[in-house]
C-alpha cells in the first residue's frame, strides 16, 4: 500500500508542472487527497485538498488562481496542476490521504531562471 507522487521539476518562473499522486494497493475513490509541500528551513504546509464524495476542492491563498487539483478515480490518481510558478513554489511537494495516514514520498519542484 503506497502513494507514488511525481512530475516534480526545474522549470523557469512562469511555467507549468503537473504532479500526479498514484495509489496503490487502495482505492482512491473513498478518500479525500492533499498536497503539501516543504520548502528549505520551513515547516511542512498544506497547498490543496480535494475531496471523496463531491470533488471539493480547497487551496491555500497562495496558490489559489495558480494551481488545480482534480482526481481521475479510474487511474486512481489525483493531479496537481501548477501554472504561472514563482520561486517561492520551490519545495518538496508531497501527497498523502490523511485518513489512512499514508504518504508520498515527495517530488521535489524547483523554480528558477
Known amino acids: 500500500v503506497q502513494l507514488q507522487a511525481s512530475g516534480g521539476g526545474l522549470v523557469e518562473p512562469g511555467g507549468s508542472l503537473r504532479l500526479s499522486c498514484t495509489a496503490s494497493g487502495f482505492s482512491l475513490d473513498y478518500y479525500a487527497i492533499s498536497w503539501f509541500r516543504q520548502a528549505p528551513g520551513k515547516e511542512r504546509e498544506v497547498v490543496s485538498c480535494i475531496s471523496s464524495l463531491d470533488s471539493a476542492t480547497y487551496y491555500t491563498d497562495a496558490v489559489t488562481g495558480r494551481f488545480s487539483i482534480s482526481r481521475d478515480n479510474a487511474a486512481n490518481t489525483v493531479y496537481l496542476q501548477m501554472n504561472g510558478l514563482r520561486p517561492e513554489d520551490t519545495a518538496v511537494y508531497y501527497c498523502?490521504?490523511?485518513?489512512?495516514?499514508?504518504w508520498g514520498q515527495g517530488t521535489q519542484v524547483t523554480v528558477s531562471s
Open positions: 498523502t490521504c490523511m485518513q489512512l495516514g499514508y
